[in-house]
């Protein structure tokens, strides 16, 4: 009888601790999301990432990737219809991984989007090389310059002289620094994503990200 009047007393006394907490927080508790821990190295920088979607949205997907990665390829389908998809709760961060002991070309497809990038057309430019994976050759790129209407001896010129290579190597030491050695490798607001990156996975862990930012903003 005693142990039956103790074990209520305490699970009142924690019934009413645990209504005091706060609602967000209890939420957040319940789904596991308090005090996280973040495990890429370097937070998203508008000020020198290449952003596709709102700076304030809810959540990131960054991606460190290659772009004669065939992997890198079949993702960006599975990028595109998730930004589709959700709009200005998500923002795309894309950063340079060029796995240069498998893919020969990958380098200077990175410095060149790069090169694309100081004209103002990053985005267009990495459109044309993931689009164009088996054809990453120097005519091809110089021919991509031109395509998409950059100042094509500017660019090759700095692709030539590897004016860009440094920029490339601030994401390999972030990519080293986040632990990750392959591509396609992804991060939702700063947690490694583990496993499957097809569209049905990706969208199931970018909505629990959205949840997470939303009860975080509870609090």
Not at 179 to 197: A, E, K, L
């Amino acid at each position: 009888m005693a142990t039956a009047v103790v074990a209520t007393a305490l699970g009142w006394v924690v019934f009413r601790l645990v209504a005091r907490i706060p609602a967000g927080r209890r939420a957040r508790q319940l789904l596991g999301i308090a005090d996280e821990l973040l495990d890429l190295a370097e937070d998203a920088d508008p000020d020198r990432d290449h952003i596709r979607g709102p700076e304030d949205a809810p959540v990131t997907l960054l991606e460190y990737g290659d772009y004669e990665c065939p992997y890198c390829g079949q993702a960006e389908t599975v990028i595109r219809d998730l930004l589709l998809s959700f709009g200005d709760d998500v923002r795309y961060v894309w950063r340079h991984l060029p796995l240069n002991d498998v893919h020969p070309n990958a380098q200077m497809a990175a410095e060149a989007s790069e090169a694309a990038a100081a004209q103002g057309a990053f985005w267009e430019m990495h459109d044309v090389l993931l689009a164009n994976q088996d054809a990453l050759m120097a005519s091809d790129i110089r021919r991509y310059t031109e395509d998409i209407g950059l100042d094509a001896e500017r660019a090759w010129d700095e692709v030539r002289r590897r004016a860009h290579a440094p920029r490339v190597a601030e994401d390999v030491a972030s990519a080293d620094a986040s632990g990750v050695s392959g591509t396609p490798t992804f991060f939702i607001n700063g947690r490694r994503h583990q496993g499957s990156y097809d569209l049905a996975t990706l969208t199931e862990e970018v909505r629990r990200a959205r949840e997470r930012a939303r009860l975080a903003a509870l609090v």
